[in-house]
């Protein structure tokens, strides 16, 4: 086997699917089955698509599947709680294309997998079954699984998520803080409608945002102190939308939760690298974020788009897809993004989770200052869009 993929979520089935589209074959494995837990509706939470990923999902022809339930973000409103201070993102004024689109998990995970029937050739999945032991010798890596089976191949790539088994077993270090905060997901239906405007509300106890679906509902992530978060998610529909309501206002009109409802702790966790000897790290295995930003899965696509351009490239010129050499290229190539958008997340998260009254007057003038130093806004908008630097062809809207 020239590449195995292990875990099976967003960032290993899309990492598989561009691979397979440019001819190089691999295999996912999983602890649990894709397909039965997509069945299953697991995750429930949504994704706001930045514009880069968008190309790479057209490339990969999974986009014209889901267009249809992909909600356009046209405005990011900002504000906070006691201040009259916002930040308001018009992605008209630097071109035509809406910021993002929301889409939901499940839906994304679907055509992924969908899409996948149609390289058969080029991906096979083995399915319920953990990694136990990975031995690397020269020019291999071996990994035995659960049930004693042995898979040998010229890379493996870590897509198992925030608590990988793989990094560790690649003696990876990583760096975790805990934010002491859980997010509470929700489906909102509001009086008034969104005009595909999404709106981050912040509040002492983390940040609220409701992100425009169709018509008049909104996909709502809200981040509160662990311990609260519990109690809120576990209110009925009726005082849970009170909550809601006083948190965030009348802007949407009357709000009523519609479900269904989870809450997921949240935590930065980065590795201390991405690579070690064949052995690639992408997605949440290699950086898990808070959802402030709504960037997670977009800097995962990012790390996607460069390690299948890298290894096709390598594999047609006939050199080793796992060799150090090509691994150090995609090490160099994430590191600038990841520990970018890691502080900044890091940093927006601290900077607004409180209530203390000097950090309050220093992000009020921050919200002010930003709405109004153009030249910064746009370079944000462009960040947030995920257009900003040398992109990789799949982020261009190029095959590989
Ligand atoms: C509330 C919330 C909102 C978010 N909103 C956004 C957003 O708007 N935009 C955005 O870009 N990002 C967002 N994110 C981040 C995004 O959801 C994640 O970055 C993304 O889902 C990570 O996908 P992944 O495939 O890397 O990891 P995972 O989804 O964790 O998948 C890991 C896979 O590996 C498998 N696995 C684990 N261990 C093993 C093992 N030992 N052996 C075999 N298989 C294994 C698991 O079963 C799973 O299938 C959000 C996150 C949260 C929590």
């Known amino acids: 086997m020239d590449v195995t993929i292990v875990g099976a979520g967003l960032s290993g089935l899309t990492l598989a699917l561009a691979l397979a589209k440019a001819g190089l074959p691999s295999l996912l494995v999983d602890k649990i089955s894709p397909h039965a837990a997509v069945a299953k509706k ?4 949504t994704t706001a698509i930045s514009l880069s990923s968008r190309r790479l999902f057209t490339v990969l022809g999974v986009w014209q599947k889901i ?3 992909a909600y356009p973000i046209h405005d990011i409103l900002v504000s906070e709680a006691g201040s009259e201070s916002i930040l308001h ?13 929301i889409i939901n998990n499940n839906a994304l995970k679907k055509s992924l997998l969908s899409q996948l029937e149609k390289y058969s050739d080029f991906v096979s999945f083995i399915d319920n079954r953990s990694v136990i032991a990975l031995e690397i010798r020269k020019e291999q890596a071996l990994l035995t699984l659960d049930d004693g089976k042995v898979i040998v191949s010229k890379l493996v790539i870590a897509a198992d998520g925030r608590d990988s088994r793989i990094r560790t077993l690649a003696d990876i270090q990583h760096t975790t803080l805990d934010y002491h905060q859980s997010a509470i997901v929700d489906t909102i239906q509001h009086s008034k409608r969104h ?4 709106h981050e509300r912040f509040l002492p106890g983390g940040p609220l945002a409701l ?3 169709q018509e008049n509902h909104s996909a709502m992530v809200w981040s509160e102190r662990t311990a609260v978060a519990k109690r809120i998610a576990n209110l009925d529909d009726e005082f849970f939308s009170t909550a809601l309501k006083e948190r965030f206002g009348d802007s949407r009109g009357i709000l009523k939760s519609i479900g269904p409802r989870a809450v997921y702790r949240l935590a930065i966790t980065v590795a201390q690298s991405g690579i070690s000897k064949r052995v690639a790290l992408i997605g949440d295995s290699f950086h898990c974020l808070h959802p402030i930003a709504g960037q997670g899965f977009n800097i995962s ?15 047609r010129l006939g050199l080793d897809i796992g060799s150090t050499p090509v691994l150090k290229k995609y090490q160099r190539q994430r590191r600038f993004d990841i520990m970018t958008m890691g502080a900044a997340t890091d940093m927006l998260t601290r900077l607004f989770s409180n209530d203390f009254i000097t950090l309050k007057t220093i992000r009020c003038f921050g919200l002010f200052a930003m709405n109004n130093i153009k030249p910064l806004k746009n370079i944000t908008m462009l960040h947030a869009m995920g257009m900003l630097g040398i992109l990789p062809k799949l982020l261009n809207g190029k095959t590989i």
């Open 42 to 45: 697991n995750d429930i939470r």
């Open 67 to 69: 267009a249809d339930n």
């Open 89 to 101: 993102y018009d992605s008209r004024t630097i071109g035509q294309e809406p910021m993002g689109h």
């Open 195 to 198: 005009h595909n405007l999404a």
């Open 211 to 213: 992100l425009p679906l």
């Open 301 to 315: 696509v990012r790390d996607i788009a460069v390690l299948a351009e890298l290894i096709v490239d390598a594999g």
